[in-house]
């Protein structure tokens, strides 16, 4: 982690093997994130495309259904595709946000980066890893809405991308690009407040970031979990907008004509039936979920880069 006092020597090393570490330190997040967050994921997705009369009340009721009508491994239907796509989606943002930190503390010196090149860091890795996102989470959360046999489309992922394939083309598997670019454009704010303190950062946010946590008696995994934990609730009261958009664009019927041609169709509808508070439906579940869920992938990412950071010294 970066000091408040001069340039963090793990970013001051160019190495190819310092540059390595960002990537496999990524993919243990990635695994991570797959086993607390995805029953949490499920009742989102399935939240975000029901509907306000839908076949869920809410957070709590959709879970009930979920798991009386098709069991407890329903809540990780299509963790298939995240389990491999997570993996990579994360080394390549973490890995990516590792070298951008890098090559940005070359360009500072002995001065540290300041919040904002850490938020630069953190919206080139949302950017970088929105073309590998976007098919992985339009499989995931294609599989996430199948409720039971009627609703039934696809038997598994590879049979979902073998029909996307065949019905609309090779690049119907990153339809949504636009909106998951968006919607991973705010990791500029999860990586700039995971660096920040209340002196640095607006005070609405109520909340002591990594910088003011090392001054407490947490040790580092401590203050990367917690820090890790509330830069992700800052990040998804601003982002989740953009991901109810990008999840209901995904998850539309495969028919022609499209009922929603465009993501702005998409906001419109959601806008004009269901007001503002459309675009924050299933935020209960994310914003539970938004906590332990990145809180120890922050955790688990830091860990093994501490731990592959003590074996090269070795």
Same mark, same amino acid.
């Given at each position: ?18 540059? #390595? ?10 695994? /991570? *994130?797959?086993?607390?967050? %995805? ?7 399935? $939240? ?23 069991? !407890? ?10 389990? &491999? ?5 994360? @080394?390549?943002? $973490?890995?990516?946000? %590792? ?40 499989? *995931? ?7 039971? @046999? ?6 598994? !992922? ?6 996307? &394939? ?6 119907? $598997? ?28 607006? #005070? ?18 401590? &203050?990367? +979990?917690? #820090?890790?934990?509330? @830069? ?9 907008? @953009?991901?109810?958009? *990008? ?7 495969? &028919? ?12 419109? %509808? ?28 922050? +955790? ?9 950071? /003590?074996?090269?010294?070795?």
């Amino acid at each position: 982690m970066s000091k408040d006092t001069g340039a963090n020597p793990e970013l001051a090393d160019g190495s190819w093997q310092n540059r #390595a570490r960002g990537f496999a330190a990524g993919m243990a997040s990635g695994i /991570t *994130k797959l086993a607390v967050g %995805h029953p949490f994921d499920t009742v989102k997705i399935r $939240l975000q495309t029901s509907g306000p009369d839908g076949r869920f009340k809410g957070p709590l009721d959709c879970l009930k259904k979920t798991i009386s009508k098709e069991g !407890p491994k329903a809540l990780y239907k299509g963790a298939t595709p995240p389990l &491999v796509g997570w993996m990579f989606m994360d @080394s390549i943002m $973490l890995g990516t946000l %590792h070298n951008a930190r890098v090559t940005m503390q070359s360009w500072n010196g002995d001065k540290p980066l300041s919040l904002f090149q850490h938020g630069l860091a953190g919206l080139a890795g949302g950017l970088t890893v929105s073309f590998v996102a976007t098919p992985v989470e339009q499989i *995931k959360a294609r599989l996430q809405v199948q409720y039971d @046999s009627n609703t039934k489309v696809y038997k598994g !992922p590879v049979d979902c991308i073998r029909q996307l &394939v065949r019905n609309n083309g090779p690049t119907a $598997l990153w339809t949504g690009l636009g909106p998951t670019m968006l919607f991973r454009s705010w990791f500029f704010l999860f990586w700039s407040s995971y660096e920040a303190s209340l002196r640095n950062i607006p #005070a609405i946010f109520l909340s002591v970031f990594s910088r003011e946590l090392r001054k407490t008696s947490l040790s580092d995994g401590g &203050v990367s +979990f917690v #820090a890790g934990g509330l @830069s992700a609730t800052v990040f998804w009261i601003g982002a989740f907008p @953009s991901d109810v958009i *990008k999840n209901r664009y995904m998850t539309q019927p495969d &028919v022609t004509p499209r009922q929603f041609p465009t993501p702005m169709s998409v906001a419109r %509808h959601v806008y004009q039936t269901q007001g503002l508070r459309g675009f924050y439906r299933g935020f209960l579940p994310s914003f539970l979920r938004a906590f332990p869920t990145n809180a120890a992938a922050v +955790f688990m990412f830091e860990s093994v880069m501490s731990v592959l950071s /003590t074996t090269e010294l070795d």
